[in-house]
């Protein structure tokens, strides 16, 4: 699955 | 950022406000699920620890803030300041039974075998379903008041303008993260009874929304 870290989302 | 979540991140502040408002100024939290608030603050708690670790923006920083705020305070307004009001005996949806599949997905699917990141898995599946409780009270009373019903209708048009946002970010950054989308999905699916029946008794009829 694709990672994405930091969250820049709410 | 770009107009769908920005819009959406609109209709989620708006949706919290109105509760707030709400509550305060009737001085009542008549039909409101207490459980889905504390299950909200505890989504934006576990999800907005990443406030101590790294910035993103100010306005991240001060949008979540914000939203801590808000959901504590309406913790507070429903529990303590208005507790008379509060309708325990029809919030009786178990917590445990989303609690526990929750908390077991979030430790078997994320991003990463971190404390953070298993709580921020837990906060998005916790959110996808925080609603329940609040959608059993109005199952089981059988109405809502029609500003309850605005709350819900801008609590479920934010999840669904995410949708829309992580489409654009898709097809303009590549950005997919397949556990918020897969959950706001869910999230998503869960209001849209909820939003055919807004439409059509609360838009075009006349105060509350009774059920069949």
């Known amino acids: 699955h694709a990672l994405k870290i930091p969250h820049d989302e709410l | 950022m770009n107009i769908f979540r920005l819009a959406g991140d609109v209709s989620h502040l708006v949706a919290i406000i109105i509760l707030f408002l709400k509550i305060w100024k009737s001085k009542s939290c008549a039909g409101i699920s207490g459980k889905s608030q504390v299950l909200f603050a505890l989504v934006f708690t576990s999800r907005y620890l990443d406030l101590f670790t790294v910035f993103i923006s100010a306005y991240n920083t001060i949008m979540k803030l914000v939203f801590l705020v808000l959901s504590y305070a309406t913790v507070y307004l429903i529990y303590m300041r208005f507790r008379g009001s509060y309708d325990s005996e029809n919030d009786s949806f178990r917590v445990e039974f989303l609690l526990v599949p929750v908390t077991g997905l979030a430790f078997l699917e994320n991003y990463a075998f971190t404390p953070l990141e298993i709580l921020w898995t837990f906060s ?89």
């Open chain 2, 124 to 212: 998005i599946f916790l959110e996808a379903v925080a609603i329940m409780p609040q959608l059993f009270m109005i199952t089981k009373t059988g109405e809502a008041e029609s500003i309850t019903t605005h709350y819900l209708f801008f609590l479920g048009l934010y999840r669904a303008l995410y949708l829309a946002n992580w489409v654009w970010r898709y097809h303009t950054e590549g950005f997919f993260d397949q556990i918020a989308v897969v959950s706001g999905v869910v999230q998503t699916i869960f209001y849209c009874d909820f939003f055919y029946l807004y439409v059509t008794r609360v838009l075009r009829g006349s105060g509350k929304m009774s059920l069949p």
